[in-house]
């Protein structure tokens, strides 16, 4: 009987030790959650496919089909996102881990001016192409260094346009200064 007893006095115990189990999960898993939304949202802001927009900021994902013709009358065509609001200009290709190999931005600035581009959080190595008002290449910086703060790829003279594709895509397509560009 004794026996009995105890296994009786150890199943209340447990018992009684589950009823306690919650309260210290509760603060363990609000803290495990907020931990994991923390870490979620800093893990995808921004870091996505040219086809994924959920955390980009262009939520559109406004594209175009630009074509470039070259000098030698042969036509090379991308698909571009396009940025054009502030936040856009600013964010550009920032914290993406992959551009497809005919994909890039097409930066529309409000007025020509120079510009200056640089990497700050940018993980892919890109080719930044200037191009003017009437839509002529103007410059072009080859494989430029991801995640760079201090490069600077300034624009020799006015721009209202740039694109960013990934690193040796002009030199591939054997695209150069003075090419027009389409779109």
């Known amino acids: 009987m004794k026996d009995t007893k105890l296994t009786k006095e150890r199943l209340i115990k447990f018992l009684k030790d589950l009823r306690l189990i919650p309260f210290f999960l509760i603060p363990i898993l609000v803290i495990a959650g907020i931990f994991f939304v923390i870490i ?13 927009n ?34 856009e200009l600013e964010y550009g290709l920032m ?8 994909e890039g ?19 892919i190595q890109l080719d930044i192409i200037f191009v ?28 209202r346009y740039a694109i960013e594709v990934n690193g040796g895509w002009t030199q591939r397509n054997n695209v150069k200064v003075g090419d027009l560009v389409l779109f």
Do not use: C, H
Request: aromatic share 8%; glycine share 2%; hydrophobic share 30%.
């Open 40 to 52: 979620g949202l800093s893990n995808d802001s921004g870091r996505t496919n040219v086809s994924d």
């Open 54 to 87: 959920d955390n980009y900021l262009n939520k559109n994902n406004d594209t175009i089909t630009a074509t470039i013709v070259k000098s030698t009358n042969e036509q090379v065509s991308l698909t571009l996102e396009v940025a054009e609001t502030e936040a």
């Open 95 to 102: 914290n993406r881990t992959f551009l497809g190999a005919e």
């Open 105 to 123: 931005m097409l930066f529309i600035f409000p007025e020509a001016e120079p510009k200056t581009f640089w990497m700050k959080n940018t993980y």
């Open 132 to 159: 003017d008002e009437e839509k002529i290449i103007t410059q072009i910086y080859e494989n430029t260094e991801p995640l760079n703060t201090e490069n600077r790829y300034p624009s020799i003279i006015p721009v």
